[in-house]
Structure formats: structure tokens, C-alpha cells
């Protein structure tokens, strides 16, 4: 690993392509802005948006209009994609990742490309673009236009998708299990992260599909050589896992009408219960009310045994009670 100070405000990486020889060389730390460019190459530049001195660097960098240098610089936290002079430049969403692990949390990755360069913006590490660099390590020839690590970090995107998606599959298998076994357990404080993600990343997607659709119907003048075919490619892909999520989101979302269902049942099961004591003890309690009126001439206030001839009262109200509800079909 490079311990080397930088020398480009914001540097994490940076190669420098040669098509003819099919290699990549990753800068080191100490390069200069004057190294990324060779000629017959192109470069992927990647930078941290911590760094406060990236928005002075992109200024010198050359190639780059004013709006790519926006949206290079954004903080927004939505999906965009723009064709122009033959340009590409936006915001694709990912997923985070830290030292430790990858997280479903989502980040942003800010892109700009010409059929020159590639130059990438981040806050946060992402999950899809670490793994697109593992990849230009082992196989560099395999990328002849900038246009080709566009596609490389799209279908990365898609990956971690799939990866999302079985993950939260496998969280869904064992909701279902429980939800679905004799013993009920609400499980719906677990399946609300579930949902929740699915619905994010089901929202993202579609606005990514969109903005890949009308990408790819700008005129050709504008696009970059080569990005309408990548365009359609990257279109069916991500078609493919949308399908997926809207699926586990429809498979989500019934089982929380599942879990609701039963919820319900059980809290009628436990109302009728209620209705049935309260219907029981209804009439000893007219019994006892009618005995504990401080009147003159109450029954059975003179004499022996008039405590017990109330308790058979309160007895016979309770059985013909029972009987009253047997008759109507309510027990």
C-alpha cells in the first residue's frame, strides 16, 4: 500500500489505460494531475468529496463543462444521468460499505465521462466501486473505453443488487417460517427494516432504469462513441433484478398482511373471551347490586339462611346466562 502524501486534493485511485497494450497502471500517491493523461490513453480518476480542494482540482482538469463539474460536486441524493456534447455525467446510487463489512445502507457515486476519461466522485467507500477496481487488477485488458468501466460499475450495481436480494430472501424464508408456525410471534418489528430496504432500493432502481432509457434515446451526436449499446445492455440487467426486488417487495408485503391477519385474530379471539366473562358475570353482578342497595324490605334481609338462598341466585344467574348464550349459538 502507497503511505506516500497525495498530491490530488481528494485522490483514492487513479489508472491510466493503454488500449494498444491492454494494460493499466495505477497511479501512486505522489502523482500530479500532468500524470493522469497520456497519449492514446485514458484515465479513471476517483476522489473523496471530504477533501474541500476537489472542486478547485476539477477546475483545472481539462475536458470537463460546467455542468459535469456540478455534478461532480453534488450532495444531492438522487439518481441522475445527462447526455450531452458528447458527454455523460450524473449520479448513480450504490451501496455503502466500511472497514469492517458491507452495509445495505445506500451512498451516492457522482460521475463524469468523455471518451477521454472517467472521473469518479464519492462521500462514503462504495461496495460497487471496490469491487470494479478488484476487478481492473486482475483483468485490465479487458477495458478499452471509459465507456467500458461505465458499464463495469453499473453491472457491480447490479451484483450488489443480487447479493441484497438473496440476502433479504434469506431474512424473509426465516419471517415466513416463524409467522407461519403454530406458536404466533409478531414479527413485524423484524420486517420493517426488510421492507423498508426493499422499498428504497425498488425506488432508486426504477429512477436509474428511466434515466438509462432516455439516456440512451439522446441523439448520437451528443453521446459518448459506444453508450447506446452499453445503454441497452445495462437496461436489460437491471430490468432483470427490478423484477426481483418488485417481487420481494410483493412477497414482503403480504406477509405483513399475513402477520396483520393473525394480529387480528388473535385480538378478536381475545375480545370474545372478555365478551364472554363480562356476559357471565353480568348478572351476579345485578345480583349483588340489587343485595347491596341500602333500602328497606330487601329480600332476605330478615331471618337465617339468607346469605346462601343470594348465593343460589347468584348461581342460577350465571346458569341461566350460560344457557341464554348456548341458545343463541354464541358459545
Known sequence: MDTLPVNIPGFVWAYRFSPEEKTAVRLTNSATAADL???????WLHLNLVDARVPALLETLDGLTEDAKSALTTHDTHAAITVDEQMLYGTLVDCQRDFAQDTNNLGWLHFAMSDRFIITTRLQPLRSVERARALIEKNPGKFSRPVDLFE??????????????????DELNQIEDIVYDNAPRDERRRLAPVRRTVVRLHRHLRTVLALMRRAAAADEDEMPFGFDDVARRLTSRLETVDHDI????????????????????????????????????????????????????????????????AFILIIASIAFAWWLLRRVNIL
Open 37 to 43: 493523461t497520456a497519449e492514446n490513453c485514458f484515465y
Open 152 to 169: 463495469l460499475l453499473v453491472i457491480e450495481f447490479q451484483r450488489t443488487l443480487i447479493a441484497i436480494v438473496i440476502e433479504l430472501t
Open 246 to 309: 418488485y417481487a420481494l417487495q410483493d412477497r414482503a408485503r403480504l406477509l405483513h398482511e399475513e402477520i396483520d391477519s393473525k394480529q387480528s385474530s388473535e385480538t378478536n379471539r381475545h375480545l370474545y373471551l372478555l365478551s364472554i366473562m363480562t356476559a357471565f358475570l353480568l348478572p351476579p353482578t345485578l345480583v349483588t347490586g340489587f343485595f347491596g342497595m341500602n333500602t328497606a324490605n330487601l329480600p332476605f334481609a330478615v331471618g337465617d339462611y339468607g346469605t346462601e338462598y
